[in-house]
């Protein structure tokens, strides 16, 4: 007896938290319950995580926020950024940020940095259909840690963004009517915390397959709080990205999970959210239709009203959950 109660707990732990061998296949991922995860970094390389290792408290102090760095883009400078520095007004009036233009904001996730390839995806999208002031966050300081640690460091990531914003549009002018907020998957609770630090006042905030592993039931996840529209896109939901509907309208492209087409494996599906929205930028070419529920989003069986995905509207409204079929390259 005392033997198989032994044999069983000894099942049960292996089931949890046996390391997975064959690098990028998150197949044994259970959400909630496995212990190690494949994630990809900023260029999609993927890294054997452990989500139960501590967060390294002691880097905390001395990597967050504060370490946050702006770079500013626009059509002036399309690829060579002007680094703001928050408190130093002289950074805003030097360099080529112009108040009247929509201010959209890029945040990268776990690994990545300002050059990770979101960021110029997207901006050089965002740049060819508007004269916009593009800022790019680089918090690779703390997101190069382990998951954990940078996952625990994202709502000061988040803090720090928001006063920053609240800064520059107090002192350089600015207009919340015209702000856009974007992050993918840690950086989308991190631009979620930021809207929510900047009072709900961004006009959008949209999260590109918001993390997943530690962050359900996180009280510093994305929400419809976020700002005036959010908006989530789900690509890898349930295993890198969280499936749960988290904004006021949530978009589950192609069922929302991996493998999304033209991907085998989830940190493929995971980034797949990124390119979908910078696609929807440029040509903002994606109709969602309404769901009735999450199950009919999972199964891709949608065909109520239909709502554009993405793109750079920045008056856009609506919410619901849609479903929608993509193509397996890009523009999708
Ligand atoms: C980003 O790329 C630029 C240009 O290649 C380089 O000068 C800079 O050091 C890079 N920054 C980071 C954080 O990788
Ligand atoms: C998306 O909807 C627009 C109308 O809003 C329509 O013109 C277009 O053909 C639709 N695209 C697809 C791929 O169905």
């Not at 967050?64 to 059509?75: D, I, M, V």
């Not at 976020?226 to 908006?231: I, K, L, N, S």
Request: hydrophobic share 35%; net charge negative; aromatic share 8%.
């Amino acid at each position: 007896m005392k033997l198989l109660v032994v044999l069983s707990a000894l099942v049960a732990l292996c089931a949890g938290s046996a390391t997975p061998v064959v690098p990028d296949d998150n197949s044994h991922y259970v959400e909630g319950e496995s212990r190690y995860i494949w994630m990809p970094d900023g260029e999609g390389v993927p890294h054997l995580v452990d989500l139960q290792e501590p967060a390294n408290q002691a880097f905390l102090r001395n990597r967050n926020g504060a370490n946050n760095q702006y770079w500013l883009y626009t059509r002036l400078n399309p690829t060579d950024p002007q680094v703001i520095v928050h408190g130093d007004a002289d950074t805003i009036s030097s360099s080529n940020y112009v108040a009247s233009s929509p201010l959209m904001v890029l945040v990268h996730g776990w690994n990545g940095d300002g050059n990770s390839t979101m960021n110029p995806t997207i901006t050089d999208a965002l740049l060819a259909v508007s004269d916009a002031n593009v800022i790019v966050v680089d918090w690779s300081a703390l997101a190069s840690s382990l998951y954990s640690t940078a996952s625990a460091g994202v709502p000061s990531v988040g803090q720090y963004l928001g006063n920053f914003l609240v800064w520059l549009i107090n002192t350089a002018g600015g207009d919340w009517d015209n702000v856009h907020l974007v992050g993918h998957s840690l950086g989308a609770h991190a631009v979620a915390v930021a809207g929510r630090m900047a009072g709900g006042l961004a006009t959008r905030v949209t999260g590109l397959d918001p993390a997943g592993p530690l962050w359900r039931g996180n009280d510093d996840a994305i929400s419809s709080n976020a700002g005036t529209y959010v908006e989530c896109i789900h690509t890898d939901g349930g295993i890198l990205g969280l499936f749960n509907p988290s904004g006021d309208a949530d978009f589950y492209p192609n069922g929302g999970r991996n493998p999304q087409p033209g991907c085998l494996i989830s940190t493929c599906s995971h980034s797949r959210s990124h390119q979908l929205f910078a696609s929807t930028v440029r040509y903002n070419h994606l109709n969602g239709s309404l769901c009735d529920d999450i199950n009919q989003a999972q199964i891709n069986q949608c065909s109520g009203a239909t709502f554009k995905m993405g793109n750079s509207d920045l008056s856009k409204q609506g919410n619901g959950i849609y479903g929608l079929t993509t193509g397996a390259s890009w523009p999708f």
